[in-house]
């Protein structure tokens, strides 16, 4: 073990520790309140310049933001787990301006590295199985309806250990480093609020990671994910007029059946030569009564692409055939913007230096190492890769291998912890490859 | 006046008492059970043989029943506002086999004339504004959700009123009378399971009325209601498969998509060029999430046509329908029906004889008099008139005027009282005419 | 036999051989050319003034009128049945302004009464079966393709009957009588561009009347035909952008879809309350090529109602869903209008006034007379009738019984030409009825 | 140059020349008579061992056959252009079992090496302007309407040289040469017939190109051409009731609605998340007139994948909706398979064999060698290949570039001619390689 992974490695318990914490008071979306305070604190006390709230954030390029009532719950909730002195804090996050973006200048000329790390959860009954680890050893999220089956209290975890060692090494580095612990990545609404702020200015490298894709063992990695998808997350409501069915049905405009076509033609958008595109209706809700032509009607609706430019295509035909069905059922209509990000592919440059330092970490398995994979997902870090590409810089994601208990998402899904270590080995190494002194 | 609107005059006083009364404590659907309590009361009081639950009821040939928490809900209101000597008559009535039947016999051979007077009440929360006469003079609806708001309160008053006549005057009469009482007429879903039960057997003459109709003034008749709707009520679910809509879609079975097809082929139906069709889906849910394929869809529908067979031709259409998309998007259904009746036309005879008594009636206004009249909607009355005409009998339904404060269903719905007397004086005509001793 | 039937009964002879000779020689659409010049010179013959080409139609106001191959072809079918010195004729009529109005003025004040004939064939093959009685007698059509299987050549006949016997007793009438036979009925393309010209100025009474409706056999009569339908005609393209199907179809702009899709919504239109609708694409075409994304459709279609509003509520719902799948699928469209009429009702006047006069016609049964009907189709005739009605004037429409010996456009269709005197005789009866001296 | 290179060199001429001459005399799918003589007269001269007609093919199993007439003026033309003499191979060709398998057997134990060519022209009127070469120069296609637009009047004339040269030559080999001519490549029809009747029994390599598609340019050469797409090619008929659209529309099955509505589903089939696909309805045809309710409709539809499991998950959807939709509709249909083919990979082997011979010949540009190519459309070939693959033996397919004056399929296709000499060479070398003595 060279003094990299010594490093590392010593941080263990403290690490598993922090996971534990974190997992154990999940909050999700735009209301990380007491998970911003928590990690907000840390970084405080390795030194780092934070800034918060207005400073990281366009509050009105937030995307699906939630209810005045669930921004209420959670403030109480998370009032209640802090002790007073910490809500000053609170009062710079407003509504749910979260997360933190933390500065460390070195003093010395040399690039600009960002990492970027997110602290959401997921809407989630953590499991009260028995075999469940964390509902055993006690630390199950202490809410039902919410819970950490994404990883991203790992992800909080290494963010907060590869920062704590950085700080204490800080002599051997040049240039600049910058954390960006980012809330709402679930839904993909989060990473275009924090980008029009201008949080990435200056940025040379960013890096990022996911803990656990792997699948059934530990000791992997993926060095370059490719493949993003870009999506378009938009609500639709259309508004037509009631009438009764039988009475004088030609004075209605009906609602529901405008709903229906426009679901069956954003289904039936012709497929593109060009690369993998999808297109989804996931909900649909019209009507009031059933001897009424149905006034209103509400569809989720999703698009994705491999390409921004694929993921655009599908979204404006789908404006072209809510236009359509508008004027041929007579009805009104809205589009509610609520998530979305860019696609995209990793920096070959970031991929390869991914590479090198799997091939030195003494916690990678040399044959469980993969130079790429198409991802043919989304991630909000995708909307932060392609911006800091489009400015020069390079910009790539990799999968930290990870025994799982359940796929993600999954109310017992559960990690094999010894990929915080493993994290916060290579992110450091890379430190190291990028801005050693 | 004759002898008939003295005594239809005398009890003025007394059906607007009782019409309050009802008015007071509405019930729905097949729930009425403090209603069928009450009528049973006065029936007995006036000496009436009765018959009650499984003898006038199919049960299992009801539609739309409700949940069981609904029931439980109304039989402890009942019990509140009953007497615990009267809980017994709740267990022949079990899970809402509310109504009742009424025959007097005069012992003398003729006819047996029935009448038929609908009880129940509509999901509408009764206004509290002070220009409502209900709320105004302290009648108005004991709970909120719930309405007399189509006026079966003055049916029942009228139907008690002329059982009573009837009762007195029993020495004029020849043949044998019956009363039925039904519930659930909203929804036409009572009738069919009352006319299964065999409670038309014998009847030579079936007579039945709605008041209120004809809008601004009290004094008019409509003689007789033509183009009765028949209608189908039915609920349609699809089960299909999530899938990631990203990830799998192809192994996903997509029931909102589906239903939404079947909607759009239901409303195009083919006209049917022997007379009015409708056909509506009023509701439509589907769908889980917005990036999951949606594995179920729920559907509210009706079909009418202004015969049974035109009905039961879009009903048909309607089956076809869900068979093809069921097929088209691998997805199963299931129908239920939940409500249904008849088409169809008054008998001449019975026009005619309305007509008759109307001339005779000092409380008609003689040029207030309509023949007949095109319904265009649906009665459950319109089965049980089938029914009768198809065993060889007639049947009919007038229309008596009376000044409304609202429309019919709408919160603030309050009739003219003046038409008790006259309900209850036309109808005791019609019996003299067709049973005078 | 009074002497109205004496006269039109000693026509008998002249009538059948005027008939036959018409039916001989059919012509359709605006391309009656041999047909208008032969009724001109009969109606000459009687002393009846005439306006011809221009000054009876508005010559852009056709509607589908055909192409200039057909009108070639059908000029020249015209001319080798007519003598040279005919010719000339023809020329007013240019390129299918055929159809002549005539007139006859008695010099005496009184009312306007017009009559309307049809004078245009079907595009039928005329059987040639042996017990075809046209065929086995020698008067079939000597072309095939085209033939009077509607009956119109009997109305030229009554039309050309009647007109001589008023003339020659000119001296019984007072006021003006007005003769217009008008072509391209068929597909009600006829009568707009007529009434436009102000064919109709003037006219107090309108009568028209169509044969063999009645069926089995002759002798019977409708009074008044009442619910003519409204119609339009159009046919619609749709241009879109070719592409290769599987090698870029996101180039391609669908025409096919767009028109599937229109067909689809246009027969999904809403029921109206108000009366029958009707709606038709006929005949789809698109596409030209398995692997092309189709770049081109066409669509024939038509929309019907019980009146003109009610068909206008169609059309205008079709040019919505035009306009809507326009959008939806990037394509253009255009829309020609290719025929259309009105809807409407007979005036009661005439049909009573028709009533009369087969109460008083030894040809008509009495036992067979029907007083009105649902007609339920459409006849150009309507379009003249309400712009009459809407003047002040008043118009109808009668169906004289004759026994068909197969439905009306079928190849072996020929009637009891019993009916052609009987067809004479009414209409002179109501000349005499309306205008006598 | 080598000797391989001079052998090819010196056919130069003759390559040319019968290139020239199958050029002027195209013909199209399974009516290649005049083209297969010609070649078999060939390879008979240089001493192969010919099958014919129904050794070589299962008639049933031809798809997209075409019609009778179709098949007489095909065989009339080719009459013409052949001597009596001639005329006796004609009959074993029947109805259109055009191509031919020639097989040379060494007597020395070794391989069997395939070789297929594709023989047929393509429905295009060839260009008569001045600037094209074939014109200009007097070889252009000796009809209208058929025209050596792809290309494979040049895989003719290769695959002639090449058996030229390996006759001469067959001293230096082992094992056995067979020579696939085949017809209907254009629509992939004729593979799986030729397959079922066994002509690649015992087949070890089967080897193919396409010339042309490579571009601007000759000297490159794509080595392993991957990604084929499969496809099925049908017809689709409804069938369904006609009715008078106004009198009685429900009287009618709808056919042309049935098939608009099958378009669009089939257009909707969800996205494939394995891969590329593809679907188009390129023709639709419904409807006799505008106001009858549509009887018939007919289809012409195509499904593809990017392996042959993903072409036929699209089929079986399309299979499903036309069940839906017959049953939707209450309309019959028939699903004609007029083409078809598999998809698949170049085997790696075949692909490393072809960049081997690129690299000795000294037609072929170093640095214009490109390994693989995602192919993304279909080619007959891939049936055979896979067929080949699938019974252990190694099949591959190259691009050979030529310099093109227009695309393929367009009316001024040609291609620069010293792609010939470069084909027979590529093909000598792999000959060489895979089977010398």
């Known amino acids: 073990m060279d003094s990299i992974a010594q490093r590392a490695k010593s941080l263990e318990k403290e690490l598993i520790e922090t996971r534990r914490f974190f997992h154990q008071h999940p909050e999700t979306g735009w209301f990380t309140f007491f998970t911003t305070v928590k990690i907000i604190e840390k970084l405080k006390s390795y030194g780092y310049t934070l800034k918060m709230g207005r400073d990281i954030m366009v509050a009105d390029a937030r995307q699906g933001v939630g209810s005045k009532e669930a921004l209420d719950e959670a403030l109480l909730r998370a009032k209640k787990l802090l002790c007073p002195e910490e809500y000053a804090l609170l009062n710079v996050m407003e509504d749910g301006l979260t997360g933190v973006v933390a500065e460390l200048d070195t003093g010395r000329p040399g690039p600009c590295v960002a990492f970027r790390f997110d602290i959401d959860a997921v809407d989630v009954t953590e499991s009260k199985d028995l075999a469940h680890r964390p509902f055993k050893e006690g630390f199950r999220a202490d809410i039902d309806g919410i819970a950490h089956t994404c990883g991203h209290d790992g992800h909080i975890t290494i963010g907060l250990g590869l920062a704590k060692l950085i700080?204490?090494?800080?002599?051997?580095?040049?240039?600049?480093?910058?954390?960006?612990?980012?809330?709402?990545?679930?839904?993909?609404?989060?990473?275009v609020a924090m980008e029009k702020a201008g949080i990435l200015?200056?940025?040379?490298?960013?890096?990022?990671?996911?803990?656990?894709?792997?699948?059934?063992?530990?000791?992997?990695?993926?060095?370059?994910?490719?493949?993003?998808?870009?999506?378009?997350?938009?609500d639709v409501t259309f508004h037509g007029t009631s009438a009764h069915a039988a009475g004088a049905p030609e004075e209605g405009a009906n609602a529901l059946l405008a709903a229906a076509e426009a679901a069956l033609l954003m289904h039936g958008i012709t497929r593109h030569s060009q690369g993998i595109t999808r297109?989804?209706?996931?909900?649909?809700?019209?009507?009031?009564?059933?001897?009424?032509?149905?006034?209103?009607?509400?569809?989720?609706?999703?698009?994705?692409?491999?390409?921004?430019?694929?993921?655009?295509?599908?979204?404006?035909k789908c404006m072209n055939i809510l236009e359509g069905v508008?004027?041929?059922?007579?009805?009104?209509?809205?589009?509610?913007?609520?998530?979305?990000?860019?696609?995209?592919?990793?920096?070959?440059?970031?991929?390869?230096?991914?590479?090198?330092?799997?091939?030195?970490?003494?916690?990678?398995?040399?044959?469980?190492?993969?130079?790429?994979?198409d991802f043919g997902a989304c991630e909000d870090f995708a909307h932060f890769m392609q911006a800091v590409q489009n400015q020069g810089g390079q910009s790539g994601y990799m999968m930290i291998g990870a025994k799982l208990e359940a796929g993600h998402h999954n109310q017992c899904f559960d990690f094999d912890e010894s990929c915080l270590v493993t994290g916060v080995d290579l992110f450091l190494r890379s430190a190291y490859m990028l801005s050693a002194k």
Chains 1, 2, 3, 4 share one sequence.
């Open 326 to 373: 508008s004027k041929i059922h007579s009805v009104g209509y809205r589009v509610k913007d609520v998530g979305g990000t860019s696609g995209g592919d990793s920096s070959a440059f970031i991929t390869e230096l991914y590479e090198k330092v799997a091939l030195e970490s003494p916690f990678i398995e040399k044959d469980a190492i993969v130079k790429t994979c």
């Open 201 to 234: 200015k200056g940025v040379d490298y960013l890096l990022g990671a996911h803990i656990g894709f792997q699948s059934k063992k530990s000791g992997g990695l993926i060095c370059g994910v490719n493949n993003f998808l870009a999506t378009s997350k938009f």
């Open 279 to 316: 297109v989804n209706v996931g909900v649909l809700r019209a009507g009031e009564g059933r001897n009424v032509i149905a006034p209103n009607a509400f569809m989720a609706c999703e698009t994705r692409g491999v390409t921004t430019e694929l993921n655009a295509f599908m979204k404006e």
């Open 167 to 191: 700080s204490e090494h800080k002599e051997d580095f040049k240039g600049v480093f910058r954390f960006i612990f980012q809330t709402a990545e679930e839904g993909t609404r989060g990473a």
